[in-house]
Nanobody, 118 residues
Framework: QVQLVESGGGLVQAGGSLRLSCATS??????????MGWYRQAPGKERELVAV???????KYANSVMGRFTISRDTAKNTVYLQMNSLKPEDTAVYYC??????????WGQGTQVTVSS
C-alpha cells in the first residue's frame, strides 16, 4: 500500500513562507497518476483543493492562493512540493497531500498543520 509522507508545516507570521513536501513511500508509475497535489481543511470548513497537477502535469490552483503558492515536483523522487509565500492568517489549516491513480485508487497523507499568525 503506497503511503504519502508529508513534511514542512509549522507556525509562521503573516507575510512569511513555508514549503511543504509530499513523498510516496515507494516508487509509483507516473503513468498511473491522474492527479497529485494539495488540499487543506480549516476548522469548521470543508476540505478544499489548494493546488494539483493533472495527468498531463498541468497545474490547477485555488483562486485564493493564485500568485502566492507554487506547486512543483521531482519526478525522480516521486515528490511534490508546495511553496507558500505571502502567507495570510486565512491560510491556516491542515494541509493534506493527495494522489489519485487509475482504477479509482485514492491516497491521502496524514496531514500537516500550517498556522499563520497575524
Amino acid at each position: 500500500q503506497v503511503q504519502l509522507v508529508e513534511s514542512g508545516g509549522g507556525l509562521v507570521q503573516a507575510g512569511g513562507s513555508l514549503r511543504l513536501s509530499c513523498a510516496t513511500s515507494e516508487t509509483v508509475n507516473i503513468f498511473s497518476i491522474n492527479t497529485m497535489g494539495w488540499y487543506r481543511q480549516a476548522p469548521g470548513k470543508e476540505r478544499e483543493l489548494v493546488a494539483v497537477f493533472s495527468r498531463s502535469w498541468s497545474t490547477k490552483y485555488a483562486n485564493s492562493v493564485m500568485g502566492r503558492f507554487t506547486i512543483s515536483r521531482d519526478t525522480a523522487k516521486n515528490t511534490v512540493y508546495l511553496q507558500m509565500n505571502s502567507l495570510k492568517p486565512e491560510d491556516t489549516a491542515v494541509y493534506y497531500c493527495n494522489m489519485e491513480r487509475t482504477a479509482n485508487r485514492v491516497y491521502w497523507g496524514q496531514g500537516t498543520q500550517v498556522t499563520v499568525s497575524s
